[in-house]
Structure formats: structure tokens, C-alpha cells
């Protein structure tokens, strides 16, 4: 069967920009314009040339670098915006003006202050004032979901006449539902035939914007107007990303249809928007989303690994991700956490991975998010295999404003829990000072340092201590981990400590615990 285009285009770059905060400069623009021609889409509205200066240099400038994807400008059917369009699109190697009058009952009375009669003959004046510039003339009907039936085909029958070879058919303010304005479509379309290709621009004021469009679609449309991320005035418009996957993944109803674009370009495009806008798309955004091809659940996880189609309705490199994301966290189970592992390079002993997934579940509880480096250092700290003759089992330190630093530490030595506490010069002295007072070693403190593994303000602080216990000729090295950075001193010296004793001859072990 032969396959129906629907033309994609887009107006990131226009209704895209009315988001609040989402200006762009000529050069941004010129980025995003040639990257949206990589995506293929098959007509880029570049602007409005009579809004500014810098609107009309933007879109002359994008003329010069698209040569694929026709480029268009917004007009009112105003002679002065129509010519200023005409202007700026000069030098398109394809060119489309893009004129637009309201058609709804309130709209006509109270901003436009205008009859319908005096709508239409306006309308027409614009469409032929355009005809003059381009041959391509798109028409819009503003408003258009709150418009009259018999004032909409009138309207459309009279710019037809004057050269419109595009009919857009707006919800500006996002008010329809898919099944009514499916209806609309439908009828529209049946009325206009082939004398122009209908399209829809589709606002999402009641998150209805991509359904819209997509039974747009079903009932004879021809043309989506959208924008990279959802991006638009108010509650933005419909997203490309969304339209285009779902006519992909829905290929069974939507076989009859295709569009012109490459799926794999959609997430660099994504990045590029909100890296230029600053306008980050939500994280449970559809598509393009941080979390839209993430799992964290370890029941999920595993029938990902398992079957990828158990929880993936697409696949992520189809958008240009490099692959899902298996986010480690606190409801992750062991299949995902091994099979990281693997990736890793380490293979456990099913013993060592069983202690590595039950630390990292007490790590998870207390991190959002588990960073593969979080992980090398866990199990870094599980696989050294030094005995842990002494353990740590409580940490509590004194409000380091209270003048004298001091810390209260609680050991685990021979199943029996000793607790002592001591000051010191500062805090980390003084945990240091009472470890060496409950174990009976005394270390010097050689170095210390400190820094933050993975990312965010949750990251693990890792210790690395180098002490020198009892006088003895070597410094030994100790690590610890824990998203405290007090905590993690404790341990790495507690860890320094087990690995000097570790060294000693097993009768010297035993004489140096008596003090404990
Ligand atoms: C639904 C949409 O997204 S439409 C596009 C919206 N985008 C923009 O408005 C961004 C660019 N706009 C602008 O820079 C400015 O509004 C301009 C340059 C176009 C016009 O600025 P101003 O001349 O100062 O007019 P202002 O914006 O205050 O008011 C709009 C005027 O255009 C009229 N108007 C609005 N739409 C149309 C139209 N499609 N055709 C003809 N006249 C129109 C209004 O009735 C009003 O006329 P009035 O001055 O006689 O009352
Ligand atoms: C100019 C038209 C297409 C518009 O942006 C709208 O009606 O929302």
C-alpha cells in the first residue's frame, strides 16, 4: 500500500520561542535550525520577520544554511508583516509565508474588533499579498477549535481562491478533545478535498495536544505543527517527539501514514533545545525524558534483562540514546546489580556478591541514586579480604561549635562492642585518638585525604588515610566510604588499622589487643 505523507513542521523556533524564558539569539537559532533539518523535518518555521529585528536577521540567516527543509516565517494578515516575511525568506532555496487571522466569534469581536465579513476579506487580501513571494502559502484559521463550522468553510473556500495551498486548523488555546477535533477534521477535510492539504496546530493547555494531533491525523490531516520538547506558549504545543514515535510504534494504526524525519536524531535535537533554552524537559516527560528509558525497579529491571520488550514499548537507540538506563537503587534487585557488576569487570564469588548487594542496599537507603564509581568502591572494600578484627559500629561526634572537639566511638572487637570517647585537636583527631585508645594501637597519621566519588550533593566522600601504628618502619593505607565524610574517616582508619594487624605475626596480634 501506498503510504500517505504527513508533513512535520515544526515551530520550535517560532511558538517555540514564546515559552517564557525560551529567547533565543541568531546564532542558537541557526544551530537549532540546521539540526532540525539533520531530524528531517520538512518545514521549519524560523520566526515572526516583522516581531523584530533580530526575528527578521535570524530567519535571512537560516535561509543561508537550510537548503533541504523549506523555511517559513509567521505573518498577520498585515501588508507590513506579509512583506517583511517575503523579505527575509529571500534567499530559501524553499520558502513558505505563513499568514494567520483569527476566526472565532471572540476573537473576531473583541480583539480584532473586526465582522467575519471583514475577516475574510482581510484573509484573502494576505493570502494573495503572500502568493506574490512564495507560491507556498499556508493560511491559518487562529483559533480555530473555538470556531464556527459554516465561518471556518467559507473562510477556507475564500483563501483556497486566493492561493493557500496550506489550511492550518489551530486549538490555540488547547481546548478540544482528540474525538471532537478528530470530528472537525474530518468533516473539514471531506469539505476541502484535495484543494489543499489540512493541517493542525495543537496547544497543550489540557495535556491533550499530542492526542489531538495524533486523531488529527486519523481523520485526514496532513500536516502536524509542533515543537522539539513540547515547547510553546503557556502549556507549549504538541511535542514532535511524542507525535513522530507514536506514529512509529502504533505502525498499525498508523501504517497508511509516514513522515519524513530520522528517529535517531530525535534525542540529539532534545539535548540541543534545552541546552540552548535552558528549558529542561520533566524528568517523566515521554520520549525524550532523563527517565523515559530508565528502570529502577528491580522486578522491572530483571524482565528488562531478561526480554527487553517486557517493559520497553521502543527502543531507546530508535531516539538516538546509546541504550536503556538501569538505575541502580534502593528498589533494585540482585540480577540488575550483578549484571552491573559484570559490566564493571568483576566477577564475585556468589558469597562476596550476596555481602557486596547487602551493603549496597544499606548504601541505597541512604543515596538516591547509585553511581557506577560508588559501586567500584564498594566493592573495592569487599574483595580486599583483610580480616576485620575491628569493626566499626557507632560514630557520634560533638557540635564542632561547642569549642572542644570530641567523639564517641563504638567498636565491634571479638563479638563484644566497646565504646569509648575522646578529644582531640579536631574532630577527625579526636575519632582517630579514640580508636587508638580502644584498640590499643597508637597510629601517626602520615596523610589524609578526602574526596567525593560519583556526583550530586548526596556523593560518597572516600577517605584515604596513611598511618604508621606502634612505630613501625611502614605507613599502612586504609579506604572508607560513606556518604559521611566523618564516617568515612573512621573506617578508612579502622580499615588502616585491621590491615597493619593483618601483617603482624599472629602471636604479636594478640599481645597488642590486651588494652582492649
Ligand atoms: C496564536 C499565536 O501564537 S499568534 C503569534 C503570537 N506571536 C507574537 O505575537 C510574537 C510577535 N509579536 C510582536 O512582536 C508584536 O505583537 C507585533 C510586532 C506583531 C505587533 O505589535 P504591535 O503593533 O505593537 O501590536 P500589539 O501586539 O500590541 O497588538 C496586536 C495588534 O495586531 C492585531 N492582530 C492580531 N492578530 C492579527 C492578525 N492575525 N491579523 C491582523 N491583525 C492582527 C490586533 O488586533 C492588534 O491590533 P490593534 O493594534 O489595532 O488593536
Ligand atoms: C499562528 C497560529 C498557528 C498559532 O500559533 C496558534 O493558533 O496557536
Known sequence: MQKERVYIFDTTLRDGEQSPGASMNTEEKIKIAAQLERLGVDIIEAGFAAASPGDFDAIRRICEVVKKSTVCSLARAVERDIVKAGESLKDAANKRIHTFIATSPIHMEHKLKMTPDQVIERAVEAVKLAKSFTDDVEFSCEDAGRSEMPFLK????????????????????????????????????????????????????????????????????????????????????????????????????????????????????????????????????????????????????????????????????DIGLEKNRIVLGKHSGRHA??????????????????????????????????????????????????????????????DCSAGVPSAAVTIRHNDKEITDAGIGDGTIDAIFKTIDRISGH?????????????????????????????????????????????????????????????????????????GV
Not at 181 to 186: A, Q, R, T
Not at 348 to 355: G, I, K, M, V
Not at 363 to 378: G, N, Q, T, V, W
Open 154 to 317: 467559507e473562510i477556507l473556500d475564500a483563501v483556497i481562491e486566493a492561493g493557500a495551498t496550506t489550511l492550518n486548523i489551530p486549538d490555540t488555546v488547547g481546548y478540544r478533545l482528540p474525538q471532537e477535533l478528530g470530528e472537525m477534521i474530518k468533516e473539514l477535510h471531506e469539505h476541502v478535498g484535495d484543494r489543499a492539504i489540512i493541517s493542525v496546530h495543537c496547544h497543550n493547555d489540557l495535556g491533550l495536544a499530542v492526542a489531538n494531533s495524533l486523531f488529527s491525523v486519523m481523520n485526514g490531516a496532513r500536516q502536524i505543527e509542533c515543537t522539539i520538547n513540547g515547547l510553546g506558549e503557556r502549556a507549549g504545543n504538541a511535542a514532535l517527539e511524542e507525535i513522530v514515535m507514536a506514529m512509529k510504534t502504533r505502525s498499525d494504526v498508523f501504517g497508511f501514514v509516514e513522515t519524513g524525519i530520522n528517529t535517531k536524531e530525535i534525542y540529539p535535537t532534545s539535548r540541543l533545545v534545552s541546552a540552548i533554552t535552558g528549558i529542561e524537559p520533566q524528568p517523566n516527560k515521554a520520549i525524550v525524558g532523563k527517565n523515559a528509558f530508565a528502570h529502577e525497579s528491580g522486578i522491572h529491571q530483571d524482565g528488562v534483562l531478561k526480554c527487553q520488550e517486557t517493559y520497553e514499548i521502543m527502543k531507546a537507540e
Open 442 to 514: 597508637t597510629g601517626l597519621l602520615k596523610d589524609y585525604r578526602v574526596e567525593a566519588v560519583s556526583q550530586g550533593k548526596d556523593a560518597l566522600a572516600k577517605v584515604v588515610v596513611n598511618v604508621q601504628f606502634d612505630d613501625s618502619k611502614s605507613a599502612v593505607i586504609g579506604h572508607g566510604l560513606s556518604i559521611d565524610t566523618m564516617l568515612a574517616s573512621a573506617k578508612a582508619y579502622i580499615g588502616a588499622l585491621n590491615s597493619y594487624l593483618s601483617m603482624l605475626p599472629s602471636d604479636c596480634q594478640i599481645d597488642s589487643c590486651e
Open 337 to 398: 546489580f550483578k549484571e552491573r557488576l559484570e559490566e564493571l569487570g568483576f566477577d564475585l564469588s556468589q558469597e562476596d556478591l550476596n555481602r557486596a548487594f547487602e551493603r549496597f542496599k544499606v548504601l541505597a537507603d541512604k543515596k538516591k541514586e547509585i553511581f557506577d564509581d560508588d559501586i567500584r568502591m564498594l566493592i573495592a572494600n569487599e574483595i580486599t579480604n583483610i580480616p576485620q578484627t575491628f569493626e566499626l559500629v557507632g560514630l557520634q561526634i560533638a
